[in-house]
T-cell receptor
Framework: DVKVTQSSRYLVKRTGEKVFLECVQD?????MFWYRQDPGLGLRLIYF???????EKGDIPEGYSVSREKKERFSLILESASTNQTSMYLC???????????FGSGTRLTVV | AQSVTQLGSHVSVSEGALVLLRCNYS??????LFWYVQYPNQGLQLLLK??????LVKGINGFEAEFKKSETSFHLTKPSAHMSDAAEYFC??????????FGSGTRLSIRP
């Protein structure tokens, strides 16, 4: 079965820390995505990547960066964590859009 | 531009009653449409998808959705609600070759 794995389910970080959220997929998919999910706002796209070393900004990229050095791994980086980045972060991947995305289980990040 | 609107952020039904979750879409191309379900503290799971084949689409857990082009709708239904159906449901539409746009979600509660 297709699998997207996010390295942490829960994280607590301090304001100003550099935070890495890791996502690994085992499906050889070209396309990978990072979303954040907040109550009442649904899913908002932060960054996505079409291929290794390629990245595109989504709707809310400010305060974030990404890294895709290998096809299976897509990392989200919070350069200097702030309390307004407390959220659920979801990683997803797909190879063919008609089949939708496969999501990871999410990382609930709290910045204190 | 493609978009989806989910009518009702919260729907409550009695166990055994009909579930109806509403979704309207906007798309300038023949749409791919999806319904996802999210259980508490988990990622999103694909319930069903419409990819221009049959207009009545059957998914997992007894859910189905009907694509109505004239109404630009893709409502999700289930004849008889179970307690285990309590979750958040997201309607989504493909916005480009590789991006999917999500609605803001509908939380479904089931009354005993």
């Amino acid at each position: 079965d297709v699998k997207v794995t996010q390295s942490s389910r829960y994280l607590v970080k301090r304001t100003g820390e550099k935070v890495f959220l890791e996502c690994v997929q085992d499906m050889d998919h070209e396309n990978m995505f990072w979303y954040r999910q907040d109550p009442g706002l649904g899913l908002r796209l932060i960054y996505f990547s079409y291929d290794v070393k390629m990245k595109e900004k989504g709707d809310i990229p400010e305060g974030y960066s990404v890294s895709r050095e290998k096809k299976e791994r897509f990392s989200l980086i919070l350069e200097s964590a702030s309390t307004n980045q407390t959220s659920m972060y979801l990683c997803a991947s797909f190879a063919e859009p008609s089949y939708g995305y496969t999501f990871g289980s999410g990382t609930r990040l709290t910045v204190v | 531009a493609q978009s989806v609107t989910q009518l009702g952020s919260h729907v409550s039904v009695s166990e055994g009653a009909l579930v109806l979750l509403r979704c309207n879409y906007s798309s300038s191309v023949p749409p791919y449409l999806f319904w996802y379900v999210q259980y508490p503290n988990q990622g999103l799971q694909l319930l069903l998808k419409y990819t221009s084949a049959a207009t009545l689409v059957k998914g997992i857990n007894g859910f189905e959705a009907e694509f109505k082009k004239s109404e630009t709708s893709f409502h999700l239904t289930k004849p008889s609600a179970h307690m285990s159906d309590a979750a958040e449901y997201f309607c989504a539409v493909r916005s480009s070759a590789s991006k999917i746009i999500f609605g803001s979600g509908t939380r479904l509660s089931i009354r005993p």
